[in-house]
């Protein structure tokens, strides 16, 4: 009976659990609508007595991304007098499951009303519905990496890097391509190309090229391009942060004199390697 008990209380959800993943998220969705660099994976946590582990918003995504095929296909949204509720149908293309999510966000955040209600509202919404689809045995992959790095980074001393596997590298760079290529169009009639889309890309990033990229790039790429493809609304912020980047880009670069010609290297460059023949010509 006392083991029967103790197994129950295991299994009760921690109120704690739900405002730490709130918290961690809302940070996350706001770093991935301002350009900025996601932190945090993963959480970790004592409550009660025991650890609390498990993946954030960003964590998912990437899971979902390893495992591959997992879409989502609709989402629906209503604007209630002090919240946004919204709901995401994905469905696993491998095994034809589908599962359901929904998120009410509160328009009102400390006090003060949250710009960022709306995105909230869909993302969680997303990440509830594709969560429910990801096996068990990834989530545990993806929540392992992340904890061990995030265990390494508290030492002064100099860790030793995980290696990345070329595998998932890869993976996760044809999840951000099948995306992109989905965009292509509706990006073009918004004025976006696909030269322009991995210029931006290659700014936000500090790459010259795809192969410089590292897997957990990738997986925020296919984040913040997955949210685009989802409704008209996140696809306009994402054309006017490519636009905003840009002139940015254009405003700090110093112009050559015309008098100084442009030096011409004496062999040419090589094709960096990519995967199919790939070149970075033709991004996406």
């Given amino acids: ?162 290696p990345q596997s070329a595998g998932n590298i890869a993976q996760a760079q044809k999840a951000a391509f099948a995306i992109a290529n989905n965009l292509a169009e509706p990006l073009e009639k918004k004025g976006i190309t696909k030269a322009a889309l991995w210029d931006y890309i290659k700014r936000k990033y500090s790459v010259e090229s795809r192969n410089d990229m590292s897997e957990m790039q990738w997986t925020q790429l296919s984040a913040e391009l997955k949210a685009a493809e989802t409704t008209p609304q996140l696809l306009n912020d994402l054309c006017e942060r490519i636009k905003q980047l840009t002139a940015a880009a254009n405003e700090s670069e110093v112009p050559v004199p015309a008098e100084e010609p442009e030096e011409k290297p004496s062999t040419p460059p090589e094709e960096p390697n990519t995967e199919a023949g790939q070149s970075d010509k033709t991004p996406f």
């Avoid at 609709?74 to 034809?96: C, M, P, Q």
């Avoid at 599962?99 to 009410?104: D, M, V």
């Avoid at 955040?109 to 993302?123: L, N, V």
């Fill in 1 to 162: 009976m006392a083991e029967e008990k103790e197994k129950k209380e295991e299994m009760v959800p921690v109120t704690a659990e739900y405002a730490v993943v709130d918290q961690v998220d809302d940070q996350a969705i706001v770093e991935l609508m301002t350009g900025q660099t996601i932190q945090d994976y993963v959480y970790s946590f004592k409550q009660g007595g025991r650890t609390v582990e498990g993946l954030t918003l960003a964590g998912i995504n990437e899971a979902a991304n390893r495992r591959g095929g997992i879409q989502v296909e609709e989402v629906k949204y209503e604007e209630l007098e002090n919240s946004w509720i919204a709901t995401a149908k994905a469905i696993d293309t491998i095994t034809g499951s589908s599962r359901y999510g929904a998120y009410e966000q509160p328009k009102m955040a400390g006090g003060r009303s949250d710009p960022f209600a709306f995105t909230k509202a869909i993302h969680k919404a997303q990440r509830n519905a594709i969560k429910q689809l990801i096996p068990v045995p990834v989530i545990r992959e993806v929540l392992n990496f992340y904890l061990h790095r995030k265990a390494g980074s508290g030492n002064s001393a100099p860790q030793q890097q995980i």
